[in-house]
């Protein structure tokens, strides 16, 4: 079951797009030399993490700010926080990329 909160949703299907179209974009081209592949498939893993970080941020921008209601003397937040398990949208740029090293790896 994926939890999520706004558009904490996004995180995975920003990942796996993009992922897929720069690997699409990387395979037409033939590689024979080892350390372009390599720089290929790490461009592969940071370019998502980038746009999860950025996005995530424009998203989660209005969170922290709160406004006093003048009338009452209330105070109240207008932003929502976008969460994927209960993670917030631009952490999971770090998760990912971390995960993704890992995964290169081994």
């Known amino acids: 079951m994926i939890i999520w909160k706004g558009w904490g949703i996004l995180v995975p299907v920003i990942w796996v797009a993009s992922y897929m179209i720069l690997r699409n974009i990387f395979m037409s081209f033939w590689i024979d030399n080892y350390w372009i592949a390599r720089i290929m498939s790490w461009l592969l893993y940071l370019v998502p993490s980038v746009l999860i970080w950025f996005i995530g941020r424009k998203f989660n921008e209005r969170r922290n700010e709160v406004y006093l209601d003048e009338v009452s003397g209330e105070t109240f937040r207008l ?5 994927l398990f209960f993670i917030p949208f631009e952490y999971w740029a770090i998760i990912g990329f971390i995960l993704s090293i890992w995964f290169e790896w081994y």
């Open 79 to 83: 932003g929502s926080l976008h969460t």
